[in-house]
């Protein structure tokens, strides 16, 4: 369907690179996923959301 991706791409293009400034943890709250990341590495989208960091 083509209206539907056309709205997925513009939901995804909403969302900036974010960037950790040190080692950290990125925590998904919808799905409870964590994942270790380091200094510099991008924060990932899970659940169409930006992760939460917690450290
Ligand atoms: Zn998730």
Known sequence: MKIE???FLKEAAAYEPVYT???NTAYCPTCNKTLALKA???IPICCGK???LID
């Open 40 to 42: 510099g590495d991008e």
């Open 21 to 23: 400034e040190n080692d």
């Open 5 to 7: 991706r056309d709205e």
């Open 50 to 52: 930006l992760m939460e």
